[in-house]
Each structure stands twice: as structure tokens, then as C-alpha cells.
């Protein structure tokens, strides 16, 4: 039933409008699949990782999207969007070549045409920051040692920590939940000291709530926020607010 659905909305509906529609129906899908961290990090050498069994938040955002966007244009295998998605450039070059930061993610993904950054539209206010996390803490991230990619890395948190970006803080959010729709790309930006966001979702609007469909550490599965956009966030000290990214028409 679900291919069916899929393949009609891909026959009649515009681009954007099927987009919205896969990544609801794809999300929706893995609901109750278990979380996990680290699926991408399990091989000796970096290598193009697809796995559906098990997801974090990245790696959920990252996977319905890929699919969307192959049910939807189908100019690439689905593979082929994965890559798009997770490697700068699309291409695998080393753990260093991976998108590790979600600021760069967010870059890429607009460079390349499959969404657009709203965040300053709905009122968001411009912030900089010192990104420095994976180098600050290496001992998380053994693979930097054993890519010898530690250059690569450094120059990527140089040049984000250069660039500014558009964040709605928590407090706000509550006031713009209105303006955000279904398939909307929610990336939370994090108190953390060196860190610019730290996790990712899709909004789900049910008439006029908003809530947060995604991969939770806290309950280690695909599932829904139990309550709004804007409470969910507030129960987390560390998160800070909201960029939101929108599919393009």
C-alpha cells in the first residue's frame, strides 16, 4: 500500500509537493525502528554505510531523504543521493570527507538544490560561534587518528567558525510553530561549548500541532514527540533554538 501511495504521488504532484509527501510517508514508516549511534563508524576504512535496521538522528534525517529524493527525481540511485547527502562534494575521500558537522550539511544540501534555510524568515536571529568540538575532544573520534585527517577537520571548524548563522531560540519557537510545515527539516542548535547543533528531525503537523518526528537517544527509537515543538525543546537545557529548513519548490 505504501509504494502504491508513493508511486501516484510521484505521478501527480510537483516536486516539492511529492518531497513533502515521501519524507512524511518514509519517516513515518520507520517509526519504532531502534537507535543507534555510531552505525557509520564500524568499518576499518570510511565506505558509503546504508543500513535501515538501526538510526541516529543524522543518519535518520539523512536516509528518508535520500530516499525521497529518489522516489521523487530519481536522477540518482538512491546510493547515489546518500553520498550527495553525507559527503562533501559527494565524494568519499576518508573519515575527513564525511559531513560531520550539520552547519556544513546544511550548506551542501542548499548548494545542491534539495532545501532551502528559512530560519531568518520566521524571525531568526544571526549567531556565531567558535566550532571546535571534534578537535576539543578527539578522544571521541579515533578515526580522525587513524585517517590522519586532522588538518581536514581543523579547516572545516575554521571556516564554519567564521560564518555566521540564523537561529529562533526556544523561547520563540512557540510563536513561529504556525509557520512551520510537514517535512520541514528541524536542526537544533546546542549550548554546548564548540558544537552547533545536536540533533536533527522532521516536523509532523497534525492540524495545528507540531511535533517532532525522529531518531531519540532518550527513548532509543524512531518515533513522535508527545508533546509540541516548543515543549520538547524546553525540556532540554542544553538545546538553544531552531534552524529550519525547508524542501524547495
Not at 59 to 70: G, I, N, P, W
Not at 92 to 100: A, M, N, V
Not at 143 to 167: A, H, P, T
Request: charged letters at 20%.
Amino acid at each position: 500500500m505504501l509504494f502504491i501511495l508513493v508511486f501516484l504521488i510521484t505521478l501527480l504532484s510537483p516536486r516539492s509537493e511529492c518531497l513533502v509527501h515521501c519524507i512524511e510517508e518514509n519517516s513515518r514508516y520507520f517509526l519504532g525502528t531502534p537507535y543507534e549511534s555510531r552505525t557509520l563508524d564500524q568499518n576499518d576504512t570510511e565506505s558509503l554505510v546504508c543500513i535501515n535496521s538501526a538510526f541516529d538522528c543524522v543518519t535518520f534525517v539523512e536516509y528518508v531523504l535520500a530516499l525521497s529524493l529518489y522516489t521523487c527525481e530519481g536522477i540518482l540511485p538512491f546510493e547515489g543521493y546518500l553520498r550527495q547527502l553525507r559527503y562533501r562534494n559527494g565524494v568519499i575521500d576518508g573519515y575527513g570527507s564525511r559531513l560531520h558537522y550539520t552547519s556544513e550539511w546544511i550548506n551542501q544540501g542548499i548548494a545542491l538544490g534539495y532545501f532551502s534555510e528559512i530560519t531568518q524568515n520566521l524571525g531568526g536571529k544571526s549567531i556565531k560561534k567558535q566550532i571546535n568540538f571534534m578537535t576539543k575532544n578527539i578522544h571521541l573520534y579515533p578515526s580522525i587518528s587513524r585517517d590522519g585527517c586532522m588538518k581536514d577537520i581543523q579547516r572545516v571548524e575554521e571556516n564554519l567558525s567564521i560564518d555566521s548563522y540564523f537561529q529562533v531560540s526556544k523561547n520563540e519557537v512557540k510563536n513561529i510553530e504556525k509557520n512551520l510545515q510537514t517535512g520541514d527539516i528541524i536542526a537544533i542548535t546546542t549550548k554546548i561549548d564548540g558544537l552547533d547543533i545536536s540533533h536533527l528531525g522532521f516536523i509532523i503537523k497534525d492540524g495545528t500541532a507540531v511535533h517532532l518526528l525522529h531518531a531519540s537517544e532518550t527513548l532509543h527509537k524512531i518515533t513522535i514527540s508527545d508533546v509540541p515543538l516548543s515543549k520538547y525543546l524546553h525540556r532540554n537545557p542544553k538545546q538553544e533554538g531552531i534552524r529550519v529548513l525547508r524542501i524547495i519548490k
